[in-house]
């Protein structure tokens, strides 16, 4: 019985942005002029794919293409950017509280009664606890739905590999990023096909958990039995004898 040996480790990168990253500020355009808008690239036309050559038994995927043009890899990519975006912007508020109370520290400490003085220095150390245990809080949380998102699309994916190879009767697909190729005809190139078998498999939803029985009463023990002593037994009246 003939086997394809499917070696693809999947490695592909779902994007995300630094936990707490800083945007540069954009030069500020001169007096009366309207700002120039980003100039934008024309996208390039899409070519339709290469024939695959016929009678070939070794082909290759970029698993970075599929996580970049398939719908579930966009969707995993926009779930992880926007957890990015809710703690960047939970971070630049817990930034800005330290810096105020920081600026306060530093404008009005020297006037400040020793208490106070204490007491504003101690909530900026809390601030700054606080600040560093949520940069690592927040990087562990956007990791773990990283690997989350992407075992799901490997369990995806890992049947789809299988069909594509057995429909183009393949002995060997590989991973371009992972198998050191320097060239290739076009044709070898499977990417588009499995993009099209990604996005036009049904999703399965999950398994529903069994239904737990709900909890009966406990049923309460029969009170035991007292056994009863035999009270004493009267004497029989003894009958008269006949004359």
Same mark, same amino acid.
């Given at each position: 019985?003939?086997?394809?040996?499917?070696?693809? =480790?999947?490695?592909?990168?779902?994007?995300?942005?630094?936990?707490?990253?800083?945007?540069?500020?954009?030069?500020? =355009?001169?007096?009366?002029?309207?700002?120039?808008?980003?100039?934008?690239?024309?996208?390039?036309?899409?070519?339709?794919?290469?024939?695959?050559?016929?009678?070939?038994?070794?082909?290759?995927?970029?698993?970075q293409r599929v996580a970049q043009e398939s719908v579930d890899g966009q969707g995993s990519t926009a779930r992880i950017n926007a957890l990015v975006a809710k703690k960047q912007a939970e971070g630049a508020e817990k930034s800005k509280q330290l810096q105020l109370n920081q600026q306060r520290l530093q404008q009005s400490g020297g006037v400040m009664s020793d208490q106070?003085?204490?007491?504003?220095?101690?909530?900026?150390?809390?601030?700054?606890?606080?600040?560093?245990?949520?940069?690592?809080?927040?990087?562990?949380?956007?990791?773990?739905?990283?690997?989350?998102?992407?075992?799901?699309?490997?369990?995806?994916?890992?049947?789809?590999?299988?069909?594509?190879?057995?429909?183009?009767?393949?002995?060997?697909?590989?991973?371009?990023?992972?198998?050191?190729?320097?060239?290739?005809?076009?044709?070898?190139?499977?990417?588009?096909?499995?993009?099209?078998?990604?996005?036009?498999?049904?999703?399965?939803?999950?398994?529903?958990?069994?239904?737990?029985?709900?909890?009966?009463?406990?049923?309460? =023990?029969?009170?035991?039995?007292?056994?009863?002593?035999?009270?004493?037994?009267?004497?029989?009246?003894?009958?008269?004898?006949?004359?």
């Amino acid at each position: 019985m003939r086997r394809f040996a499917i070696a693809a =480790p999947l490695l592909f990168v779902l994007s995300a942005a630094p936990v707490i990253a800083q945007a540069p500020t954009p030069a500020a =355009p001169a007096a009366g002029q309207a700002p120039a808008a980003p100039a934008q690239p024309p996208a390039p036309a899409p070519q339709p794919p290469a024939p695959f050559p016929q009678g070939a038994k070794v082909a290759f995927v970029d698993f970075q293409r599929v996580a970049q043009e398939s719908v579930d890899g966009q969707g995993s990519t926009a779930r992880i950017n926007a957890l990015v975006a809710k703690k960047q912007a939970e971070g630049a508020e817990k930034s800005k509280q330290l810096q105020l109370n920081q600026q306060r520290l530093q404008q009005s400490g020297g006037v400040m009664s020793d208490q106070a003085r204490t007491q504003l220095e101690k909530e900026i150390e809390r601030q700054q606890r606080e600040g560093e245990r949520f940069q690592q809080d927040a990087q562990a949380e956007i990791t773990e739905l990283q690997q989350e998102l992407q075992l799901e699309f490997q369990k995806r994916l890992i049947p789809l590999l299988q069909q594509v190879a057995q429909e183009k009767g393949l002995q060997l697909l590989l991973s371009r990023a992972d198998a050191g190729i320097v060239w290739w005809d076009p044709g070898l190139d499977l990417t588009v096909d499995l993009v099209k078998k990604l996005d036009a498999a049904p999703k399965t939803a999950p398994a529903a958990a069994p239904a737990r029985p709900a909890p009966t009463a406990p049923t309460r =023990p029969a009170a035991p039995t007292v056994p009863t002593k035999p009270g004493p037994t009267a004497p029989a009246t003894p009958t008269a004898p006949k004359p």
